[in-house]
């Protein structure tokens, strides 16, 4: 697998666990997206997409030269997404 291939899975299992957190959540009484811009199911699924998608995308075509630099945007940007559904999770416990 090439690491653009690689990117795409592993950002979108991390967004994945985010948007089924959320979605839950959300859906639950009295649980709110905190994020204001975030509130909207549409933006929710659009901006995700976006992420994991055009992200490994964009680094392909402008950081070809950096691969280390490429690795740690993603492992940063999976981290917060795998945050966001640690604390996802631990407002669904109540």
Do not use: C, Q
């Not at 991390?14 to 909207?40: C, F, H, K, Q, S």
């Not at 659009?46 to 402008?62: N, Q, R």
Request: aromatic share 6%.
């Amino acid at each position: 697998m090439d690491f653009l291939t690689t990117s795409i899975v592993a950002l979108g299992l991390a967004a994945g666990g985010d948007a089924a957190t959320t979605e839950i959540g959300v859906r639950r009484a009295g649980i709110v997206e905190a994020n204001p811009l975030m509130r909207r199911a549409e933006t929710r699924v659009a901006l995700k997409l976006a992420v994991v998608v055009g992200l490994p995308l964009i680094e392909k075509k402008y950081m070809k030269d950096h691969r280390r630099l490429r690795i740690v945007l993603n492992f940063g940007i999976a981290a917060g997404y795998a945050a966001a559904t640690a604390r996802n999770v631990e407002v669904l416990r109540w």
